[in-house]
C-alpha cells in the first residue's frame, strides 16, 4: 500500500512550524542589540553626568608673580610688627607682652602719651657737643632792675646751637627781673644791654666750647655743667635744653636755676647744701649731683622774700 504522500496544506504548515523557532531567535537577537545599546546609552549620559557634578578638585597653583606679592604682603605684616615692637622696647625699655593681633596682620600703631595739658610730649631732640667757638649777640636791651649795684650783661648764643638769641635774651632777662631772684637783696640789680659797656655776658654754648672756655679758667666742666669764669657766665647747651634729672621741675624752671646760681657766683656767693631733708634746695646748691634730702627749687628767695639758703659749704 503506498504511503499517501503529503497535501499541500499540510507541506505549507509543515514549513511554518519549521521556521517558527528561527524567527523566534532572530527576535531576541534583535532585542538584545537594542537593549545594549539602550545601556550603553544610558552608561555615557551618566558618565557625563557624573563629569559635570562631581566636585572641584583643588585649584590649580597662582602665578608665580601672584605668589611673590603675597610672600611681599605677608612679609611686609611681620616687619611692621616688629617694627612697632622694636618701638616699644625703645619707648618702655623692656620687651612688650606678646600681641593678641592675628598672626600676619601688623599690629595697631602704638599712639602718643598725652601730657596732664592735653599736648602730647615731645621727644627730646638731640642737641650739637661741638660748634664753631662764635657767637651771635642777642639784639634788643631793657630797662634797669633792682636797687644797689646795676650789673650791665648782654646775652650771646653760639652759632649753630640751634637757640634763638633774642628768645633767650628775654628768658633770661626774666629770670634776673622776678622778685624771687638775686634782686630780692635790694642790693643788687641787672639790665640786659646789646651794645655799648657791660660788665659780663651769659654765653649759652655747646659742651665743647663750654669745656674750653671754662678749662682755659681752671674749672672742669667735663661737657655736663656751667660756670662762672672771668667776665663770663657760661651755660652749658645740654643742659639749657635738658636741665637735670635731679630737677622733676619744668624745663624752665632749670633755666631759672642754671641763671641763679651762676649769677649768684657773679656776686659773690659760694656753694650752699640742703638746709633740712624736705625743705627747698639752695639756689646756691650744686643741686644736679643730687638733693640730700632736699626739695628740687630755682630760687634764692621765697615768694614772701625770705631767703632759702643753707649751710656753705667749704
Known amino acids: 500500500m503506498r504511503a499517501a504522500r503529503p497535501t499541500e496544506s499540510s507541506a505549507r504548515r509543515g514549513r511554518r512550524r519549521s521556521s517558527r523557532p528561527g524567527h523566534r531567535s532572530a527576535a531576541r537577537r534583535r532585542g538584545a542589540a537594542l537593549v545594549l545599546a539602550l545601556a550603553a546609552s544610558v552608561t555615557v549620559l551618566g558618565a557625563a553626568v557624573w563629569a559635570l557634578d562631581r566636585p572641584a578638585g583643588p585649584s590649580a597653583p597662582a602665578p608665580a608673580a601672584q605668589r611673590l606679592s ?53 621727644a627730646p631732640t638731640a642737641d650739637p657737643t661741638h660748634g664753631p667757638g662764635t657767637f651771635t649777640v642777642a639784639p634788643g636791651a631793657a630797662e634797669p632792675v633792682g636797687r644797689g649795684t646795676i650789673r650791665r650783661y648782654r646775652v650771646e648764643v653760639e652759632d649753630g646751637s640751634g637757640v634763638d638769641p633774642a628768645a633767650a635774651a628775654a628768658q633770661i632777662q626774666a629770670i634776673l627781673a622776678d622778685p624771687r631772684g638775686w634782686t630780692s637783696d635790694r642790693h643788687n640789680g641787672f639790665q640786659l644791654v646789646s651794645s655799648g659797656a657791660y660788665d659780663f655776658t651769659v654765653k649759652i654754648a655747646t659742651p665743647d666750647t663750654v669745656d674750653s672756655i671754662c678749662g682755659a679758667g681752671g674749672l672742669d666742666t667735663h661737657g655736663e655743667v656751667n660756670c662762672d669764669v672771668g667776665p663770663q657766665v657760661v651755660v652749658n647747651l645740654k643742659r639749657w635744653n635738658t636741665g637735670s634729672p635731679q630737677f622733676d621741675g619744668p624745663i624752665d624752671e632749670y633755666r631759672a636755676l642754671i641763671v641763679n646760681h651762676e649769677v649768684g657766683h657773679r656776686i659773690g656767693h659760694g656753694h650752699e647744701t640742703c638746709p633740712g631733708r624736705g625743705k627747698p634746695a639752695p639756689a646756691m646748691m650744686q643741686q644736679i649731683y643730687g638733693l640730700k634730702g632736699c626739695v628740687a627749687n630755682a630760687w634764692p628767695y621765697s615768694p614772701t622774700g625770705g631767703y632759702l639758703g643753707g649751710p656753705a659749704v667749704p
Do not use: L
Request: charged share 10%; proline share 15%; net charge negative.
Open 70 to 122: 603675597d610672600q611681599d604682603a605677608a612679609a611686609t605684616a611681620d616687619q611692621a610688627a616688629t617694627g612697632q615692637a622694636a618701638t616699644g622696647r625703645a619707648t618702655a625699655g623692656h620687651s612688650p607682652a606678646p600681641s593678641a593681633t592675628a598672626p600676619g596682620r601688623p599690629a595697631t600703631a602704638p599712639t602718643a602719651t598725652p601730657s596732664p595739658g592735653g599736648t602730647p610730649t615731645a
